[in-house]
């Protein structure tokens, strides 16, 4: 789930939306071939040396990333949402990684191979949102992505209660004994580092 919204990164997904409904069954050229706009042209050395210096460029990079998956989101098979409990900032360091180990890729693949990688931890249909936690420590995520982490938890043998989404005490504290197991602050929330250990396969 995405927290902020760019300029950028809608308009691209406005573009994106636009394209597909005027062309659902193609993808580019008969080749396959297609133009990559603007943002997603610069190459992982550029956005990596953006991102250190978190300046309008590296905001405007994010933006597009953003975009990017949720046109993805649109045109990938069986998704409502590719990033499920990602942040922006998540996003951002998954695509920092990607770009130090391959300098030469253009941000738009490095987003192509983040829609892939993200594939397997998608929600293929929609869940409603759940606010948890208290004033100060909140966290908003999706039912289905809290019952996946009581089903993971109950089989790691720290969550014996139902797997149904609902934020209850008990399964605070198994996501606190999972924290503190996996050497994460033990806040006992589902935040991006907590589900990120726990769910990724």
Known sequence: MLARTYTGG??????????????????????????VEDSGRVTCTTYTKASERKDEAYHRYVGFLEGYLTAANRYEPNTFD???WHSTAAIA???????????KDNLAMAAQRLVIAMAPVRLATFSKLIEVGEVGEKAVIYATILKRAQSTLARKGLYRGEANGEFNPE?????????????????????TATLWVLLNP
Do not use: M, W, Y
């Open 10 to 35: 809608l308009i691209l997904f406005l573009c994106l939306a636009l394209l597909f409904l005027a062309s659902a069954a193609s993808a580019g050229t008969k080749e396959g071939q297609f133009a």
């Open 82 to 84: 590719l990033t499920p």
């Open 93 to 103: 360091l998954i695509v920092n990684s990607h770009c130090g180990k391959n300098p």
């Open 171 to 191: 399964f605070r504290t198994a996501l606190a004994q999972f924290q503190t197991l996996a050497k994460l602050d033990p806040t006992g929330l589902p935040d």
